[in-house]
């Protein structure tokens, strides 16, 4: 009877054993030069506080710490076995401080503004940007099974476009929510950060950084300063976020 029993055992786990350890051969023949990060798209939402600077010839100083909320739609795409390029655009929501201009007569130099105080501002800018990004160790968290959703540590440069859509009015260079003249911000900031998927669909970031950000724009009918094109010297600025986002891969 014991005989039969120990029969009957064999006859019903030797194929669950068979299952399980072919399923443990496939994985572990997956050749390491094969390994590749994924290529996502989806919706994502950024949380970030933008430093207010005082500028100091090249370097900047923050004053103000804003908090803004970023949501816009990302392309990662594969462009090497541990690259990828990410395009991105989107909607920045910022709350800001600015200061209260008020437009003064000057009857030998003409028309100017100063500044009388600080009031609570907001701005909506229109983001564009492109990132270069490495997964470095990707190949490793791949074998051992952690690296859903290209999860890890990263190394990037992003370069960022953003120009204002919206912005809360004042009486002297902007006298409704639309801007009266045209000016852009350029970033470009080398970048530290971590991915982690939450689920087959959602991940989280974290991310820091330290870069250069370059201001210019168009002044047009405009009383207080000359027509024509500006740019102001170069800012070095710390940068950092959390990002959760969706892929539909």
Known sequence: MRLVKRYLIIIIYVPFLNIFSQKEVYFNITQFKDIKVESLQGIETRFLLIPSEYQS????FPRFLYPSVYIGYFNERRIADCWTLNSTIGLKYIATKNPIWQAQYDS???????????????E?????????????GYKKKY???ISDLNSGWY???????????????????NL???????QAKVNCTPTLGYRQAISKRWFLEGNFGLGVQVIFGVFSNNNIYNNG???LNPTIQPHGEIKAAYTFK
């Open 176 to 182: 409704g929510w639309i801007p009266n003249y045209f």
């Open 155 to 173: 190394l990037s440069i992003p370069i960022l476009f953003q120009t204002t859509l919206l912005n809360t009015p004042e009486p002297v260079l």
């Open 108 to 122: 030998i130099n003409g028309n100017y503004a100063t500044g009388s105080g600080i009031k609570n501002t907001f």
């Open 143 to 145: 074998q051992l099974g």
């Open 229 to 231: 094109f500006f740019i």
């Open 124 to 136: 909506m800018n229109l983001d564009l940007g492109i990132e270069p990004r490495w997964y470095w």
């Open 57 to 60: 010839g090249f370097l900047s």
